[in-house]
């Protein structure tokens, strides 16, 4: 028991030594809550450290005149430059969808065109020439009825068409 003691006092001086305060654990670990006045209190107080909708318009509206007109012209033009950039997008997506490119390589093949110099339409047709892949293709799927048939060559004749062409040689077959 004694030993127990001693070696609690020796943890107790080491974290003394080392300029931390020994940690006393509570019992009881109680969690506090908040009853909805308390919240809405805590809340409105930090609301009031918030600046208002006027303030806050009252100072973008300061900052505002404070640029110059370069700087005006200069945001003007950056918002120009933009929608430029996004109409110039829009219409080069509908040259390629109009094109007959498939809709899974739109995007792809948009990108691609984009990245080239001159014009975009000529590019477009020169890139839709090296890679037709890219374009829609009409596919016709063998209508079958789940019976196996071979096809035989106009060559060789059937019997019962050669029997027909020797009785009836006026007859085309």
């Known amino acids: 028991m004694e030993e127990n003691q001693n070696a609690v006092t020796q943890t107790e001086e080491k974290t003394e030594v080392s300029g931390e305060k020994p940690v006393e654990k509570n019992e009881k670990d109680e969690v506090k809550t908040f009853t909805q006045d308390e919240v809405n209190a805590m809340l409105a107080k930090e609301k009031k450290k918030m600046p208002s909708k006027e303030d806050l318009k009252a100072f973008n509206e300061w900052k505002e005149s404070q640029k110059t007109e370069s700087e005006k012209q200069l945001e003007k033009d950056k918002k120009i430059e933009a929608l430029e950039k996004q109409l110039t997008y829009a219409e080069n997506k509908s040259v390629v969808a109009n094109a007959g490119v498939d809709s899974k390589f739109q995007k792809f093949v948009l990108s691609e ?54 009785k009836h040689p006026d007859i085309d077959f």
């Open 113 to 166: 065109v984009s990245e080239m110099e001159g014009e975009f339409e000529d590019n477009l047709k020169d890139y839709l020439k090296e890679n037709p892949q890219f374009l829609i293709s009409k596919v016709e799927t063998p209508k079958t009825n789940g019976v196996a048939t071979k096809k035989i060559g106009n060559e060789a004749e059937s019997g019962v068409t050669a029997i027909l062409k020797a």
